[in-house]
Each structure stands twice: as C-alpha cells, then as structure tokens.
C-alpha cells in the first residue's frame, strides 16, 4: 500500500460515455500526477498538479480533463475516448514539484481502462 | 526525449541466479531512480542514485550510475520467484522540474 488509492480499479466504457477517474493521497504531497501506460510504451506523463494547480499539459487531447480541487484529491474526465486510448491510467503523487531534493513518486494501482 | 530506456526488454532467470538490468538515457539528470511494477499494478519505488554517485545498495539491489556514459545498471542478487515484474528506471532532467521520465522497462521473469 503506497498510500495513493485509485478507483475504479477497473473501467469498460463507450466511446460515447463520460466517465471519470479518481485519485486520493493523504500523504501530505504537494504534486500529484497522470500518467498513461500503454503496451510496449514508456510511461506517458499527461498531467502535473503542485499545489491544486496545472503546471504542466503533455500535449494531451482535449477529450482527457483533469481536475484537482484539493491537495488530496486528483480527478481524469473523460468523454468521447477512442479504443485506442484504453490504457492503464496511473496517478502518482510527490512531496514537491519543483525543489533540489531528490522526489520520489508514489503511485495508486492504476485504473484499467478498456474503451468498446 | 529524456526517457530512459531499459535493456534488454525481457529477462528469464533460474531462481537463485542475479539478474542485471540496464538504463540508458539521453540528457544531464539530478537522479535516477528505480521502479518495479507487478502486473497490471501500480509502480513501486525501489532505490534512488544521485548524479554525483556512482554505485548505491539496498538490500539485494546493486545500483551503479555512470554519468560520463548516461547509463544506470540495476543488479538484484540471489533473485527469487516474487522477483518476477517489469522495472523501470526513471530520470529527471538537471534543471529541470521532478518530471520524472520512464522506459518501456525490463519484464524480469524468476522461474522457481
């Protein structure tokens, strides 16, 4: 347990469908992340968040939004996906975002997320 | 691009036997760390080198950096079946915010 919770574990939705996913720390962390993870590619960062703010967008299309409305909490709207956006969606957390301290991550379990 | 990028892409030991890992990457870093990640499940970090080391142990890990070459070796000694998952080595750029940058890992496979 990292202490970084992730739900729904496991999502199937139309391309038609919104839906969104959820990511919550009580780790006192100031940064929190999206990445994607899809077969045989690098770890996707989408989204970064330090201190409820958007401070960095990796080009992501607009049919992914985040949304962070408190240091704990980090949301993935999603509406109109394509199948080939089904992934592992990943959220991390870190105590800083910017600071000359080594950062280490802290990831949730993932949400698998399968879109028909 | 800065992601590091693991080598080779799969690796099937004996339990027992020591199982090395490589990392290459292409930019100037503060860190590189290590990550494991089980099937389907989140990653866990395992060990963090600093720029201005050159080797770092924890337990069964064996971690060596060598910065003049941009390149990372992970060493897990006396390997065990609950070894078997994906590591990933991660960097962040010197300079740089914490974004930390992954490869497409290592399926490490331990058969009892």
């Known amino acids: 347990e990292t202490g970084v919770t992730q739900t729904p574990r496991h999502l199937v939705m139309g391309m038609t469908n919104k839906k969104s996913l959820k990511c919550e720390q009580h780790?006192?962390?100031?940064?929190m992340y999206w990445y994607k993870q899809s077969a045989k590619k690098p770890l996707e960062l989408m989204f970064v968040?330090?201190?409820?703010?958007?401070?960095e967008n990796n080009s992501v299309p607009s049919r992914f939004s985040p949304e962070c409305p408190n240091s704990s909490h980090l949301f993935l709207h999603l509406h109109t996906l394509q199948p080939e956006d089904s992934a592992l969606y990943l959220c991390?957390?870190?105590?800083?975002?910017?600071?000359?301290?080594?950062?280490?991550?802290?990831f949730g379990q993932g949400t698998r997320l399968t879109v028909v | 691009s800065q992601q590091g990028e693991e080598d080779p892409q799969a690796l099937s030991i004996q339990e027992g036997e020591n199982a090395t890992m490589n990392c290459s990457y292409k930019?100037?870093?503060?860190?590189l760390q290590w990550y494991r990640q089980n099937s389907g499940r989140g990653l866990v970090h395992l060990i963090l080198?600093?720029?201005?080391?050159r080797e770092k142990h924890s337990g069964r890990l064996r971690v060596t950096l060598d910065t003049s070459k941009k390149s990372s070796s992970l060493l897990i000694t006396a390997s065990r079946a609950a070894d078997t998952a994906s590591y990933f080595c991660?960097?962040?750029?010197?300079?740089?915010?914490?974004?930390?940058?992954f490869g497409t890992g290592t399926r490490l496979t331990v058969i009892p």
């Open positions: 780790l006192g962390h100031n940064a």
């Open positions: 930019t100037s870093i503060n860190n």
């Open positions: 991660a960097t962040d750029e010197r300079g740089g915010a914490n974004n930390l940058f």
């Open positions: 968040y330090s201190l409820e703010e958007r401070v």
């Open positions: 991390a957390s870190s105590q800083d975002y910017t600071s000359d301290r080594a950062v280490y991550a802290f």
């Open positions: 080198i600093r720029s201005n080391e």
